[in-house]
């Protein structure tokens, strides 16, 4: 038994070595590539990765059939009293809701909208007029790199306590909402418009 034990160590180290002097002289066989092996090794040029879908931040709102323009503020939180503090420098992003670009979002955007010739800040008429909005018309929606092209589906009244705004949608969807009445919130314009194109900020 002894014999047959210091053969195979014998042996082994016998292999390792005549191994490793052919690896070393370059004179090892080329291995051989089965037709399975074969079908797996890509021969042309490798496909892309898909496009990695990024979403944009909105910064402005331009809606040229009301001659509305509006700067839009993105909080982090949405804690009530930051997004009311929000609103008083333009519209507000709700920040759980979706980024311009991105497949199945709804981006839900919130603003004022007062006619009383006493109020001066002008973020209170963010969204003045967006009621009168008709199937169709145009909303540029800026984000940080790109011009996002709405176009208007339909236009309510919504109750602010009862009907909610789904934050997944089909398609590219934005949301414009203003309270109907200056400091009312029990009934509120919602506006729903969908994405048509967007292309490239000028510089």
């Known amino acids: 038994m002894a014999r047959k034990w210091t053969f195979l160590a014998v042996s082994l180290c ?3 070595l005549t191994f490793g002097v052919l690896a070393l002289g370059d004179a090892l066989p080329n291995p051989i590539v089965t037709p399975v092996q074969q079908a797996q090794t890509p021969t042309g040029p490798v496909a892309p990765a898909a496009a990695v879908v990024t979403g944009e931040l909105p910064t402005k709102i331009a809606i040229p059939s009301i001659n509305l323009a509006v700067t839009v503020e993105n909080p982090q939180t949405a804690d009530t009293k930051v997004l009311d503090e929000r609103l008083l420098y333009g519209a507000v992003r709700y920040p759980s809701s979706g980024l311009l670009g991105t497949p199945g979002a709804n981006v839900v955007i919130f603003g004022h ?11 209170y008429k963010a969204f ?3 009621q009168t909005l008709k199937t169709g018309d145009q909303i540029l929606v800026t984000g940080s790199g790109r011009v996002f092209v709405y176009s208007v589906e339909t236009v309510a009244s919504a109750n602010a306590q009862k ?3 789904p ?5 590219n969807k934005l949301t414009l909402v203003t309270c109907d009445s200056f ?3 029990s009934d509120r314009f919602v506006v729903i418009a969908n994405l048509v194109e967007s292309y490239p900020v000028a510089n």
């Open 183 to 185: 400091a009312s919130k």
């Open 14 to 16: 016998a292999f390792v």
């Open 128 to 130: 003045d007029g967006i």
């Open 163 to 165: 009907d909610g705004i």
């Open 167 to 171: 934050l997944t949608v089909t398609g």
């Open 113 to 123: 909208s007062s006619y009383l010739p006493v109020v001066h800040n002008q973020a």
